[in-house]
C-alpha cells in the first residue's frame, strides 16, 4: 500500500532532500528510526532514496543477511558474498561488506566513510538518509551540513539527562534550536510536556517493531518530518 504516493512530485519538486539522524546515547534507536523514515519515504511517497550508515558496526550488514536469507528480493553488487561469508569478521568490514544492497526500492551503505560521499551524491538520489549513531562529535561536520538534522533521544528517568546534556553541548551550535528531536516509548502528553520544558521541537516516535512496515503513524511521522 503506497500511502501518500500523490505527493511524489510535490516532494522531488524540492529538490535533494538529506536526512541526519544522531542519538544521545548508545541503544537509543538511531537505525530503526532511519529504516523507518527510508522505507516510507522510499516505498511509502516514492521517492529514490539512500541509506547511509555511518558507524562501523555490523547493524546493517545483519540487515542484508536477513533478506538475503530470506530470498526478499534484495539486490545489490554482483560480488556480494553467498550468505555463509557475509558479516562474519565481527565489527571489521572488507570491501565486499561495504557494496551497497537493495531493500524496499532504498538502497543500503554500510560502513560509510566521508571518502564515498561525492560517489553517492553523484547518483542523484531524491533523499538520502544518514545514520551517525550516538557518534555525533565524531562525524558533526557532515550532521550539520544535512538539511533536516534530528536527534533521537529518551525521556525515561534514567536516560533524559543524556538528553538535556546534548542540548546544552550543542546550544551554541547555529541553527540547533531548530532540529527535530525524536523520542521512542513515550505517550504524546509527556513529549508535548518536554518540548515545552526544553523549548524545542520534540516528536514521539510511533512504536514499529517492524521499520519496513508502512502503517500509517509512520506514514505520517515522516510527512511531518519531511
Given at each position: 500500500?503506497?500511502?501518500?504516493k500523490?505527493?511524489k512530485?510535490?516532494y ?7 536526512i541526519g539522524?544522531?542519538?544521545t546515547?548508545?541503544?537509543v ?7 523507518m523514515?527510508?522505507?516510507c519515504?522510499s516505498?511509502?511517497?516514492g521517492?529514490?532514496?539512500a541509506?547511509l550508515h555511518?558507524p562501523?558496526?555490523?547493524?546493517i550488514c545483519l540487515?542484508r543477511n536477513?533478506f538475503f ?5 534484495i ?5 556480494i ?9 565481527g565489527?571489521?568490514f572488507?570491501s565486499?561488506q561495504?557494496?551497497?544492497?537493495t531493500?524496499?526500492?532504498?538502497s543500503f551503505y554500510p560502513?560509510v566513510g566521508k571518502?564515498r560521499?561525492a ?6 538520489y531524491?533523499?538520502?538518509?544518514m545514520?551517525?549513531?550516538?557518534a ?11 538539511d533536516k538534522?534530528i536527534?533521537v533521544g529518551?525521556?525515561t528517568?534514567w536516560?533524559r539527562?543524556c538528553l538535556e546534556?546534548f542540548?546544552?553541548e550543542s546550544?551554541?551550535?547555529?541553527g540547533?534550536?531548530d ?7 513515550a505517550?504524546?502528553r ?6 515545552r520544558?526544553l523549548?524545542r ?8 517493531r ?9 506514514m505520517n ?6
Open positions: 500500500m503506497h500511502i501518500f500523490e505527493s512530485k510535490e522531488r519538486s524540492l529538490g535533494r532532500l538529506v539522524i544522531a542519538g546515547h548508545e541503544g534507536g538511531v537505525t530503526h528510526l532511519g529504516l523514515l527510508t522505507s519515504i516505498e511509502g511517497i521517492l529514490s532514496t541509506f555511518w562501523d558496526s555490523r547493524d540487515l536477513h536469507s530470506e530470498d526478499e528480493g539486490s545489490g553488487n554482483k560480488n558474498p553467498g550468505k555463509e561469508g557475509i558479516c562474519r569478521s565489527h571489521l572488507n565486499e561495504r557494496e551497497e544492497f531493500v524496499s526500492k532504498a560502513g571518502e560521499m560517489e553517492i551524491l553523484a547518483k542523484g531524491d533523499c538520502i538518509v545514520d551517525f549513531g550516538n555525533f562529535k565524531e562525524h558533526r561536520e557532515e550532521f550539520l551540513r544535512c538534522k536527534v529518551s525521556l528517568p536516560k539527562y546534556d542540548i546544552a546550544e551554541m551550535i547555529t540547533s534550536s532540529w527535530i528531536y525524536a523520542i521512542n516509548f505517550a504524546e509527556e513529549v508535548a510536556v518536554a518540548a520544558s523549548n521541537r520534540v516528536l514521539p516516535v510511533p512504536y514499529e517492524d521499520p519496513f512496515f508502512l502503517s500509517p503513524g509512520a511521522f515522516t510527512k511531518n518530518i519531511i
